[in-house]
């Protein structure tokens, strides 16, 4: 069957630090994956997207890595922030159909 | 740009009731998406409309959910009846096309069923 893996336990990390997420899938064949940052009581809100012909994105302090031989993603927070605290979800659209589905996400808790 | 809006933000009913949600999507986006949010989980898409057609609604539990867009901007997801496990986080999203790109999401209306 078909899954998309995120880390359940959250990630504590010091101010400073990077947080590292990883997005692992089975039995997919993304064509592109994008992550998203929800806060408590609200919605998700989109941060990048990479194409699976893309090995790195970056914006700002955040960058997205995407190896399809290993199926997996990773997100990385440099200098995180107490600010980065939150959930980050994956979430990918297959190469058949152009469905958005997204994994159960892993809460973030940068502290000072 | 005003973003997606949705309301109630909160409802408490009983099981067997039921419940309307409502959507207005951000300006000049054709496409808008229902999506459940289980406590922990990841949204799940119900169903997802292109202007005031169903693309895709093969998660959708049709015994009891329905939704319609009629006129092709603002839209609204019923349940009815209501069972426990509806309760959830529903959540509206839209994006200016069809290939899945940017979706924005609106706050969310928060179901509890007792």
């Known amino acids: 069957s078909q899954k998309i893996e995120q880390n359940s336990e959250a990630l504590n990390i010091q101010e400073g630090k990077t947080a590292t997420l990883t997005c692992n899938y089975t039995?997919?064949?993304?064509?592109?994956l994008q992550w998203y940052r929800q806060d408590p009581g609200r919605g998700p809100v989109f941060l990048l997207l990479?194409?699976?012909?893309?090995k790195e994105k970056r914006k700002e302090r955040l960058k997205v890595t995407f190896d399809t031989t290993l199926k997996q993603s990773l997100f990385h927070i440099t200098a995180s922030q107490p600010a980065d605290s939150a959930t980050y979800l994956c979430?990918?659209?297959?190469?058949?159909?152009?469905?958005?589905?997204f994994g159960g996400g892993t809460r973030v808790l940068v502290k000072p | 740009e005003a973003g997606v809006a949705q309301s109630p933000r909160y409802k408490i009913i009983e099981k067997r009731q039921s419940v309307a949600f409502w959507c207005n999507p951000i300006?000049?986006?054709?496409?808008l998406y229902w999506y459940q949010q289980i406590l922990g989980q990841g949204p799940k898409l119900l169903i997802q409309?292109?202007?005031?057609?169903?693309?895709?609604d093969s998660q959708l539990p049709k015994d009891r959910f329905s939704a319609e867009r009629l006129k092709g901007v603002d839209s609204t997801l019923k349940i009815q009846p209501a069972k426990l496990e509806d309760s959830a986080v529903y959540l509206c999203?839209?994006?200016?096309?069809?290939?899945?790109?940017?979706?924005?999401f609106g706050p969310g209306t928060r179901l509890l069923v007792l």
């Open positions: 999203a839209s994006s200016f096309g069809q290939l899945q790109e940017t979706q924005y």
């Open positions: 039995n997919y064949s993304p064509a592109y």
């Open positions: 990479i194409r699976e012909n893309e």
């Open positions: 979430a990918l659209v297959r190469k058949a159909g152009n469905k958005l589905t």
């Open positions: 300006s000049g986006h054709a496409t």
């Open positions: 409309f292109q202007n005031n057609g169903v693309v895709d």
